[in-house]
Every structure is written in structure tokens, then in C-alpha cells.
């Protein structure tokens, strides 16, 4: 079974977002089916480890009790290392075909590493299951797999979910059906996440105007570009460059708005990005201290946006609470959490076009 490549998911990737690229990684993710030699590691519940992404039954024959990882952030400048992982299971009932499990490290569909083995790391085949009986596989993921020098890497400041999927050892077909605890199917089984650091992620970015701007306790806005025309209907472009100073537990969206204010009454916000950091790929519990993150953000002007001056603003906010980040300008607590980048003139140059042609 050694080099025999992971087949398409057809039926069971229903529903799941992935384009081109993405399918291609998963029709080209390697699969070996390891037999590292060492007895599977029987516990009691009292001695599981601290277990997190269960329980996933798979064809009612086994329960992915959960995964433990020491650490979920992959290590080393290039991500090197390996990465180490432990998988809990029960049996609760005798298997009826031979079964082995893939771990998959993946992020918009595409494969960045994977990891396949029978069960107790090939000390364990499903022939010898006996219900009731937990054990523990410690495995390691590779990163960086020699025979496939090609494979994609993992991209820096992105958050990749862990899969783990049963199969069929002689046909290597997916068809160890997973469903959670309440019995609902799963069509990918999602255990696990892992960060893949930012560091100091340097990408071509144009020449920044730095700022004041800090959120105490989280991080600062070292600097800014704006580019584009400002026309109703047009998009531009809003490059952020953060240095972070400290963690954050929660997962804050970032919005980016477009506020006009009348001569008289409530002022007018347009809602232009709204959403996580870096296209969803790094949300912010991810963040460490130190790191240096850019982002770009496409800014989606309406097509009915009204001509005029407007205030670009940004900010960070809870979803499921609404709560916005405190948020400092020049060491001063800014009242509505919407910290000021740069004015903004939108002007609707049809329509000055149009009254300026000769009649």
C-alpha cells in the first residue's frame, strides 16, 4: 500500500469550500500507510490524557475519544519539525473489515500534511479490537515529507484544522462513516486545530504611514496604505501591517468602515470589510506576541454609496456579543472603539463627467 495515493472525496467533500487549487491538493496528498512496530498504549478513563476535538464515532464500531497536543502551534522557521500529536480511542464493538486512520493538516481544502497508520500504530489491527478496550496513539505528522519535496508547506500567520478520518487498510477507501456525539454526520471530521505562526511575515506591501493607533493589552497598528479610486462601485485596497503585543483568548473580527458625517443628524457608516484577519485564514487567539502580521483587505465600495468626505475607521469587535476592543490614539481612549485612519473622498466621476461634457 506504500506510495498509493489518497483518493477524492467526491461525496464526502459535499458542501465543503474548495476550489481548484484545493482540489488539487487533495487529489495529490500523499498517503503511506505506516507500520511502525511498538504495542498499542492500553489506559483507563481515570488515565487519558487531557482530551480535546471528541468524541467521533466511526461506523459504530470505534470512538475517537479525542486528541492531545502538548503544543498547537507547528515549530521551527520553515516548520521543520514535525509535528506530534495524541489520538485516544474505545472500541464498542468487533470490527467486520480492516481499518486504518489518516490525520490531515489542512486549511481551504489543501493538504499540507498527512499522517496514515492501522490503528496502535500497526500493533493494532481491527481484527483484534475488543469492545470496551481505550488505548492512545502518540504520532507524528511530517512536515516536510521527503518523497514528496513538492508538497505544498505551510503558509505563515494561517490556521490549519486537523482532520482524522477512518478507512478501509486494503482498498484505502473513505467509507468509515463519523458522526459526533449527538449523532449527526460529519462529513469531514474537524478534531483539531494548529497554528502556523507568523513570525515576521514580510510580503510585498507598498511604503506604510505609520500610526498612533494601539489596542492596549492585544496590539498596535504599526502602519497603513490606501490605494485605489474612491467611486461608487469601485474597490480598494487596504494594506495593515500589526505588531502583536500580547495573546487574546477570544476570536475578534476585524471591520474596516467608511463613516460620513452630515451637517446635521446621525452620521452615515458603510460596513466595507468585516470579518477575520488575513481572509478568515488567522484569527486572532492565534496571535503571539512579537509577531509582525500583514494584511491586505479588499474594500467593496456600493454602487449607491453617496458622493462626499468620508472617515476610513477600523476596529476590532466580538460577534457574539458585539463588544468592541478599547482602542488608543496618541495614548487617548478613543469613545466609539473605531480608531481614525485617513479621510476618504468618494466622488462619482460619471456623473462629473457627464456634467462637465460640452452640450
Not at 461525496?11 to 498517503?31: E, Q, T, Y
Not at 490549519?160 to 454526520?185: I, K, N
Amino acid at each position: 500500500l506504500l506510495g498509493r495515493r489518497f483518493p477524492r472525496w467526491d461525496r464526502r467533500l459535499r458542501g465543503f469550500a474548495v476550489g481548484a487549487v484545493a482540489v488539487a491538493g487533495l487529489i495529490s496528498a500523499p498517503l503511506a500507510l505506516h507500520t511502525t512496530y511498538g504495542p498499542p498504549r492500553f489506559v483507563e478513563s481515570a488515565d487519558l490524557p487531557a482530551l480535546s476535538g471528541g468524541p467521533v464515532t466511526y461506523a459504530d464500531t470505534i470512538r475517537l475519544l479525542g486528541v492531545h497536543q502538548p503544543d498547537r502551534t507547528l515549530r521551527g522557521g520553515h516548520h521543520d519539525h514535525d509535528h506530534e500529536l495524541t489520538l485516544c480511542w474505545e472500541v464498542l464493538r468487533p470490527a467486520a473489515r480492516p481499518a486504518a486512520f489518516s490525520i490531515k493538516l489542512a486549511h481551504d481544502g489543501v493538504i499540507v500534511a498527512d499522517r496514515t497508520s492501522i490503528l496502535g500504530l500497526g500493533r493494532y489491527p481491527s481484527a483484534d479490537w475488543r469492545p470496551g478496550e481505550r488505548f492512545c496513539d502518540d504520532v507524528v505528522v511530517l512536515l516536510r515529507d521527503p518523497d514528496h519535496p513538492d508538497a505544498p508547506r505551510p503558509a505563515p500567520a494561517t490556521v490549519y484544522d486537523v482532520w482524522v478520518v477512518l478507512l478501509d487498510a486494503e482498498t484505502l477507501a473513505v467509507d468509515w462513516p463519523a458522526t459526533a456525539a449527538a449523532g449527526q454526520p460529519l462529513d469531514v471530521p474537524v478534531v483539531a486545530q494548529v497554528i502556523s505562526p507568523a513570525a515576521d511575515l514580510v510580503v510585498d506591501q507598498a511604503e506604510l504611514i505609520s500610526t498612533a493607533i494601539r489596542w492596549p493589552g492585544f496590539a498596535d497598528l504599526d502602519g497603513f496604505a490606501l490605494a485605489g479610486r474612491a467611486n461608487p462601485g469601485a474597490a480598494l485596497t487596504l494594506d495593515l501591517r500589526w505588531a502583536v503585543t500580547a495573546r487574546t483568548p477570544d476570536d475578534w473580527s476585524l471591520f474596516v468602515h467608511l463613516t460620513h458625517q452630515p451637517p446635521h443628524g446621525e452620521p452615515d457608516t458603510v460596513v466595507v470589510s468585516d470579518g477575520t484577519p488575513r481572509a478568515g485564514a488567522y484569527p486572532t487567539w492565534a496571535w503571539s506576541p512579537g509577531e509582525q502580521i500583514n494584511d491586505r483587505l479588499p474594500l467593496d465600495l456600493p454602487p449607491d454609496v453617496p458622493p462626499g468626505e468620508y472617515t476610513l475607521t477600523v476596529g476590532f469587535y466580538r460577534p457574539d456579543t458585539g463588544e468592541r476592543m478599547p482602542v488608543t490614539l496618541d495614548g487617548t481612549a478613543i469613545p466609539a472603539r473605531a480608531a481614525p485612519l485617513t479621510q476618504v473622498t468618494i466622488r462619482d466621476e460619471l456623473a462629473d463627467q457627464s456634467r462637465s461634457a460640452p452640450r
